[in-house]
């Protein structure tokens, strides 16, 4: 899982509540991502930056909030208005953005459940 | 639009045998082409990509891939599969012309059996 650490490893939800999932990546990548992945499915894109202070909505993005702060922090945030949360949920970076050949290192995941 | 095809779900061979992995794509424009290794619980390990040039890519664990422009594939390759090879596998696509996001296939769950 190279540079990049998730945590929590799992974590489970009220219904109602706001939950924040952690990436920190220490390789220097200026790109970041997070993807949701449901059984069966592929990997879907909820948001990428490709800079600090700068960030995009992805196919996904309804439901949930991130920022980017600091170079190597992506936190995600999964509020109470996304009606179906429970997922896996992957981030990942890349150094440089999307016009790049560069391959995206993936963390471990968070495996997030609503009670 | 771009879109990644993993025409089959599941894949089974046995220990020893080859192993093929099948992706089609689509871009508008000429592509990227990915493949990454899922493990249980697990985040998603680069294998392999395809940038230009020659059209058999190698990569780790011994596998290969071809790109086939003209049937717009990237299958994926091992001359000899292993018990450890069993995992899940995403073919993504990436236009390089339009500065595009990734998009990855729903995967292919390769079972190796001894």
């Known amino acids: 899982d190279g540079g990049i650490t998730q945590s929590p490893k799992y974590l489970f939800r009220k219904e109602g509540q706001n939950v924040t999932l952690s990436c920190e990546q220490n390789?220097?990548?200026?790109?970041m991502y997070w993807y949701r992945q449901d059984p069966g499915q592929g990997l879907r894109l909820i948001y990428y930056?490709?800079?600090?202070?700068?960030?995009q909505k992805g196919d996904i993005a309804e439901g949930y909030s991130v920022s980017r702060e600091k170079k190597e922090s992506f936190p995600l945030t999964v509020t109470s208005a996304q009606k179906n949360p429970t997922a896996f949920y992957l981030c990942a970076s890349s150094i440089v953005g999307l016009a790049s050949y560069n391959e995206q290192f993936f963390g471990p995941g968070t495996r997030l459940t609503v009670l | 639009a771009q879109s990644v095809a993993q025409p089959e779900d599941q894949v089974n061979v046995a220990e020893g045998n080859p192993l093929t992995v099948k992706c089609t794509y689509s871009v508008s424009g000429n592509p990227y082409l990915f493949w990454y290794v899922q493990y249980p619980n697990r985040g998603l390990q680069f294998l392999l990509k395809?940038?230009?040039?020659?059209?058999l890519v190698k990569g780790s664990y011994g596998f290969e891939a071809e790109f086939n422009k003209s049937q717009t594939s990237f299958h994926l390759k091992k001359p000899s599969a292993l018990v450890s090879d069993s995992a899940l596998y995403f073919c993504?696509?990436?236009?390089?012309?339009?500065?595009?996001?990734?998009?990855f296939g729903d995967g292919t769950t390769l079972t190796v059996k001894p």
């Open positions: 930056s490709q800079i600090v202070n700068d960030f």
């Open positions: 993504a696509v990436r236009d390089r012309t339009n500065a595009g996001k990734s998009t």
């Open positions: 395809y940038i230009t040039g020659d059209n």
């Open positions: 390789l220097n990548h200026d790109a």
